[in-house]
């Protein structure tokens, strides 16, 4: 059985070295004589697996101890909505909208409180990254909106845009865990872990206590309040069991590969190989501004469509998986989460060389 590179956008590859240590624990896991699947979610074993996955997070992001880290499930998508459901004071909030997943977060949001779109790429098929340093947000405004790095257009923020004061929440689901990050910039951290950290099933959110209201509308669904959640230490209900627990090591697969600085030293390296080929390749080209380009996704077109499936087709063939780009860009997109190696990049960028060859 051959592993295939794996550009998926997620969910995506994961370390080796975290799954192959996943099977050999598969049908008894440290002497509990039970797979972590089949175990109580209020066992010692469990609560130690969720308190380390907790602990090693909080090393990894130095995250301060007046923020709660929760474990959650709905997908990124539904703190969409209980992003205003918990922040909702003035009732309304300033998005930016650099993509489909800023635009899905504002919309949904807009069921909630006002939304006010303060800053857009749009008008560039979300190719940059709009200029934040002075945008006119409103002084009532109960929060300002980010995603930080946009999985389907490959743009990602390098500064964060001036909130003039108000509450940063950010969608890290495709840089999560890919850099060292200042979580005193953040109200709120959150995503999916489908992306960079784990198996689909959990979200995490990284909030500030004082966000973290004491009660809600009475609306609000009791598993969307986030004080049902971090009251219960993420264990309201069943949590994602064995999701967490894979969480956990890759978190101590990050620690042993040096943790945040290393992961942003060898994802630069990664990227850069891939975006060096492109800026000088006579086929291929990058579709993102350079300025604004992700370090995880990497959008590029031939200008051709039939020529972009064909390259596709092939890439498949000789082991490259997931190189089609997203529906609403087309294209390929390149994902290199941190658990893809350079010999997987640099392998991409061989054939891509080949291909142009044979293409030209
Ligand atoms: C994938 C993705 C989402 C959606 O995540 P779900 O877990 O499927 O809800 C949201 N935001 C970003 C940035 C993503 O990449």
């Not at 790429?121 to 200029?131: E, L």
């Amino acid at each position: 059985m051959a592993r295939v590179y794996n550009f998926s956008a997620g969910p995506a590859v994961l370390p080796e070295e975290v799954l192959k240590e996943a099977a050999e624990e598969m049908l008894d896991y440290r002497g509990t004589g039970m797979s972590v699947m089949e175990m109580s979610h209020r066992s010692k074993a469990f609560q130690q697996i969720i308190d380390d996955a907790e602990q090693d997070i909080r090393d990894l992001m130095n995250i301060p101890d007046n923020y709660k880290v929760l474990f959650l499930q709905g997908g990124a998508s539904q703190q969409f909505a209980a992003i205003p459901m918990n922040l909702k004071k003035n009732g309304k909030a300033a998005y930016i909208v650099t993509g489909q997943w800023a635009k899905k977060a504002s919309q949904e949001a807009q069921k909630y409180l006002d939304v006010q779109v303060v800053a857009s790429s749009a008008d560039k098929t979300f190719s940059y990254i709009p200029d934040c340093s002075d945008l006119a947000i409103d002084d009532d405004v109960d929060y300002v909106y980010i995603c930080e790095n946009n999985t389907i257009y490959g743009t990602k923020f390098k500064e964060l845009p001036n909130t003039k004061g108000h509450t940063l929440v950010a969608d890290v689901s495709s840089c999560f865990l890919s850099e060292p990050v200042d979580v005193e910039k953040y109200g709120v951290i959150y995503g999916g872990v489908q992306k960079n950290i784990g198996p689909a099933g959990v979200v995490i959110a990284i909030i500030r206590e004082d966000l973290i209201p004491e009660s809600v509308d009475a609306s609000v669904p009791t598993m969307l309040s986030w004080k049902t959640q971090a009251d219960a230490g993420s264990l309201y209900n069943t949590p994602p069991c064995y999701g967490i627990y894979i969480c956990g090591k890759v978190f101590q697969w990050i620690k042993k590969m040096g943790g945040l600085q290393a992961m942003k030293e060898h994802n630069e390296k990664k990227a850069k190989i891939l975006y060096d080929f492109l800026d000088q390749s006579k086929l291929f080209k990058g579709t993102v501004v350079p300025k604004d380009r992700s370090l995880m996704n990497v959008p590029f077109v031939t200008g051709d469509e039939a020529l972009d499936a064909k390259f596709v087709a092939e890439a498949k063939e000789a082991g490259f998986e997931n190189l089609k780009g997203h529906r609403t860009v087309g294209g390929m997109r390149a994902s290199i989460y941190n658990a893809m190696p350079i010999e997987g990049v640099q392998a991409l960028v061989d054939f891509m060389k080949k291909f142009e060859e044979a293409n030209a």
